[in-house]
């Protein structure tokens, strides 16, 4: 049976998690996996209605969709995270809880400036003038992966590049893709 | 690739459905399938805490174990559910999720003095006694299947005839299990 594992991205608020996580996605089904992505969005609505954005309420959620991603991924798909998860302590325990499937996590790091610069969604200028509570980055704490798999610079890298630099370490990483690409 | 379903127990505490399931898991898994069981405990330690069992909460309760069963049938998990589930709406709402798996409901039929005899974990006596609030069959509704794909009163049949009857029943149905057993 194919080997599931559990693809988690985690940054801030614009640093580009969707945007590869998605592509990343494509690619993978287009070789032959079976792939499902948890948008944080869909996943509160569906397992976290009624959660805010506190410490423990944000731990919880990120719990959650943890859960979930491992109960994919000991099933051999490729499930796919892409939501903030701030904090170090609870993305350690959603990793300690993949006993039969792998992990791997990419931080997607991206300067502030950077990300007040793009301000796609006019998200940093809300937070920053305070009409946006406990915004991670600007009024509430990121904590960066200490030693995760990959990092990925959206300042200074294209997707693309990204993107494939990312399949290239999930194919070196053997213990994960094992019996990678299915017909 | 191989078709998931999810495979959805129903009925009163004591009737039989974790029986049943891990019977019914256990087969399916040694014919080659890979198979998931939510059990309630589990899913209201790991997605549903702060829960109570008001109408409301039973019902985010049972969506959320429907959402997950749906995202692991729709990638090839036999997905297997075996918690109450009393209110008929939420568990239709749950099968119509299911729009790219397939959704085999067992009502467990067993009629209340049975169950009230048997009582196995001494909860019939506690809530007759009205020390336990809301427990469905009692102080709180169950509403039967209209139409489920199968109906097995643990009353009157053996577990292994039951069992038999359940996995032949997924056998007629092949649009369920196509590409059924795998290697």
Redesign the interface.
Known sequence: ?ERGFTLWFTGLSGAGKSTLANLAAHELRHRGH?V?ILDGDEVRT??S?GLGFSKEDRD?NI??IG??CN??AR???IAISAAISPYREVRAEVRALHTHAGFFEVFMKCPLDTLVQRDVKGLYKKALAGEIKGFTGVSDPYEEPLNPELVVDSSIEQVNDSLAKLLRELEVRSHIMRNGVRA
Chains 1, 2 share one sequence.
């Open positions: 049976m079976r499902e569906n397992l209605k919880t719990r959650r859960y979930v109960l994919l099933n051999g798909v």
